[in-house]
């Protein structure tokens, strides 16, 4: 087991691509503290992994409250000491074109994705710092990376911006051993992204080298990866996980 005896963080863990994560971080060992804006997501998770109720605390934790983040990082850092990994993973997209699209749907966005991931690695860098040592890994997207038509501005530049601040954070912790990394999915077939016509999730794959849908666990595994040991030289790097829509 890659992560026996770890303590992650999971933002976002309810559903998709977070509880997927969630999951695996589970089965390599490491005691999990899944945190969702919807709380009965995530209990019902945490009583499918561990009947036990021992290795997974459940918290809601809306990443844009600063309150709740900061008392989620204060629950799992009471139960297990320690918090060693942090998946900053949730994230919402409203897509609109720039006209119909209000300075309240930006912000809204930019609120989650980008100021979330803001305050979860604040708090959580102030008990990673006391242990110097730290894995966060933040869940950008391909629509950061390239700018991709039908994900909207508000979403494409908050998912840039994670990247940026992944960079930055990389430089300012890598002396405390806290090591900083995003991963930008392509197209990931998750229950919210099935519910689009099957010809639409289609032409986001346009171009695609690898004749295979993505699935949730393409992304856990590599969270695995840069949560670990075996990738202790790697920070700031942003992963791109997308079958090869975007190759650079
Ligand atoms: P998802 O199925 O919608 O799951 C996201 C989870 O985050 C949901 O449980 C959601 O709760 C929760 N959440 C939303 N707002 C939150 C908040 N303010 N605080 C805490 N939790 C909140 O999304 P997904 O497709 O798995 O995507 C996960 C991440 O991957 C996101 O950052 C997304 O941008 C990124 N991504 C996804 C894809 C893809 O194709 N799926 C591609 C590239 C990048 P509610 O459902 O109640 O809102």
Redesign the pocket.
Known sequence: MELKDKVAAV????????KAIAERLFREGALVSL????FN?VKDLSKKLDSSGKNILSIK????EEDEIKSAVEQTVKSWGKIDILVN?????RHKTISEMSVDDFMQVIW??LT?TFICCKYVVLEMKKHKRGKIIN?????GRTGRPGVGVN?AAS?AGVISLTQTLARELGGYGIYVNAI?????L????KQYPREVFESWNAGRAIQRD?F?ED?SDAVVFLASEKSDWITGFSLDINGGIYIC
Do not use: F, H, M, R
Request: with cysteine; aromatic share 4%; proline share 7%.
């Open positions: 933002t976002g863990a309810g559903k998709g691509i977070g945190w969702d804006i919807d997501l934790a809306d990443v844009t993973n949730a994230g919402i997209s989650v994705n979330g869940i950008s997207s391909l629509g979403y998912k930008c999915p392509g197209p990931i998750t229950e919210q992204t993505g949730p992304i």
